[in-house]
């Protein structure tokens, strides 16, 4: 089991996924640990990653505390990036190539895009080098085009940018109510942020050196894939909780009630920075059905063009007993750990008198015995109560939602185009596999008609082949470069079908070979085994025959010797 993190980025998307053993950022196909953030769609196909960047100059027209962490602020310049880095350098190009060898790439969409990756290679060199050339082969009109930048020219193209640096961060030591003197570590992140002039003006803001301890590129993935781990009821990870903040403000909208004329009609209920998750309690004094409305306070400050309407909540089977009764109605509107808003439920009160005991304090002066007993004479006396009122909760009122999130409907229908997709995806694969296939059969069966079948097809077979293999390759580049994946298929089955028996021919010598060879070395291992069984026999013959000499030497020596006497002489 595992659970992934994605980091979305504007140009690249990176992936972490979380396994037993830790986080690990997975490599595409081919093996980039970055993926382009980008989705060609072609005639018949999609384009998805690293083949859609390569679409992109082709199809120009068409792309597009220990174990606890706070957030204290989040403060950005939407309009300040690696892009407006690559802006620069571009505009400085544009003028040169225009200068020197009049080549205007504002006016050739592709001349533009092929300078706009330069810029972007000519940045990263000039990161770790103090000059970069630049270099585009074919600009535009077959024109070769290059030029030098250095660091120095580097940075005064983008002072305008670096002078707004500080702007951001002074925000937000503000909204976090920290001095410079209060932060003690500034870790960088983001590819754009090895600038060496960025990293230069971020360490002279705070004074200090920066850290580098983390993965600029990749962080952000490792993050929110560690994230996904934490929500998981499936993995067990170290205690680690993160307490976010409130990005953008948010406030709820109503109607006027016609019997309170006084009565605001807005509040900002969710301010900027407050902590996540967050609940609230509105109260309203109604008597008849109302809506409220929710959105951000500051359209401005939301990324793209996102709608600031969030979603309008209707209470239901509100009614006051009389007529110049309001029923007290209170909603319980919840910011979740995401950030989404929901009014979950809804409630409403009635004022009423209960009674409640005073508790007597002792009077001055008078000491309580630690040591004297309770009697029961103070039971008799009689208990001081007072009259209150308290809001007592006498039923739910129903609320009807409406998000500007998906319709349930649209969400499937979705749904099924991207599977449509996919599976047209896979068709696409497919069909280039099996073109791939009859090609490589028509180059290999060709090969072999001259080489290992050669001694086993007549000159009739082949030639017959060697036509129809010409007349499948002429087919495959012209009329069949672009059909579907059973025409080559069928294509592929009719070649075999043609070689089979040549292919059949050619088994059957190999398998013959194959048996040749076997029988061989069985008659060997046959020999040899004979040949160690009859020298085994002959050494147990021989080994036999030299037993029965010793004996007979054994006797005859026993025989000829003389009987000795206690004397020692020998007896006649």
């Not at 008799?380 to 939602?401: C, N």
């Not at 036509?467 to 089955?493: F, H, Q, R």
């Amino acid at each position: 089991m595992s659970v992934v993190g994605v980091d979305f980025g504007t140009l690249k998307t990176v992936i972490a996924v979380a396994r037993n053993r830790g986080v690990d950022v997975i490599c595409n196909e081919v093996s980039n640990r970055a993926t382009p953030s980008l989705v060609g769609f072609g005639p018949k196909s999609r384009y998805l990653g690293e083949t859609a960047k390569t679409q992109e100059m082709s199809n120009l027209k068409n792309t597009f505390k220990k174990g606890e962490l706070a957030v204290k602020a989040t403060t950005y310049d939407r309009h300040f990036g690696g892009r407006d880095f690559d802006k620069a350098i571009v505009d400085h190009l544009q003028k040169e190539f225009k200068g020197k060898y009049g080549c205007d790439i504002n006016t050739h969409p592709r001349a533009y895009a092929r300078t706009v990756a330069a810029a972007e290679k000519c940045k990263k060199i000039l990161s770790a080098n103090q000059q970069s050339p630049v270099n585009v082969e074919s600009l535009m009109n077959d024109i070769d085009v290059s030029a030098m930048i250095t660091r120095q020219e580097f940075e005064a193209m983008v002072e305008p940018l670096l002078a707004r640096v500080h702007v951001p961060l002074e925000q937000a030591l503000a909204d976090a109510k920290l001095t410079k003197d209060d932060i003690d570590v500034i870790e960088i992140l983001g590819g754009g942020s090895r600038v060496p002039a960025l990293k230069e003006r971020i360490q002279e803001f705070f004074g200090k050196t920066l850290s580098f301890t983390l993965n600029q590129d990749e962080a952000v993935a490792r993050g929110c894939a560690f994230s996904c781990a934490i929500l998981s009821p499936v993995f067990r990870v170290r205690d680690f909780t993160v307490q976010d903040i409130m990005s953008y403000p948010v406030e709820f909208a109503w109607e006027k009630a016609a019997d309170i004329p006084d009565e605001e009609t807005s509040l900002t209920v969710f301010n900027r920075g407050n902590v996540l998750p967050s609940t609230k309690i509105l109260t309203f004094y109604r008597k008849q059905p109302f809506d409220l409305e929710a959105r951000y306070v500051k359209p401005e400050l939301l990324p793209g063009k996102i709608n600031p309407w969030i979603g309008r909540f209707s209470v239901k089977g509100v009614q006051a007993d009389g007529k110049d009764d309001f029923m007290i109605c209170k909603l319980k509107a919840r910011v979740n750990i995401h950030g989404v808003l929901n009014v979950e439920s809804g409630y409403y009160v009635e004022d009423q008198e209960v009674e409640e005991e005073i508790k007597e304090e002792p009077k001055d002066g008078e000491k309580k015995d630690p040591d004297a007993m309770e009697t029961d004479n103070k039971d008799d006396a009689p208990k001081k109560t007072r009259k209150v009122k308290k809001q007592v909760r006498k039923g739910d009122l129903p609320i009807s939602t409406g998000t500007a999130s998906l319709p349930e409907s649209t969400k499937i229908a979705l749904f099924e185009k991207e599977n449509a997709m996919v599976m047209e995806d896979k068709l696409v694969a497919d069909t280039e596999e099996k073109k791939n296939e009859l090609e490589t059969y028509i180059y290999d069966l060709r090969n072999k008609l001259d080489d290992q079948y050669a001694e086993l097809a007549t000159e009739e077979e082949k030639t017959k082949i060697k036509e129809k293999l010409e007349a499948s390759e002429d087919w495959l580049y012209d009329e069949g470069d672009d059909t579907t994946k059973a025409v080559y298929i069928a294509k592929i089955d009719e070649l075999r079908a043609m070689a089979g028996p040549i292919m059949q021919r050619h088994f059957e010598k190999v398998e013959a070979e194959r048996q040749a060879v076997q029988a061989k070395i069985d008659a060997e291992k046959e020999a040899k085994r004979a040949a160690e069984e009859e020298a085994r026999k002959a050494a147990e013959a021989e080994k036999a025959a030299n037993g029965g000499k010793d004996e007979e030497m054994t006797d005859a020596a026993g025989e000829a010797k003389p009987d000795v006497d206690e004397t020692g002489e020998a007896s006649k």
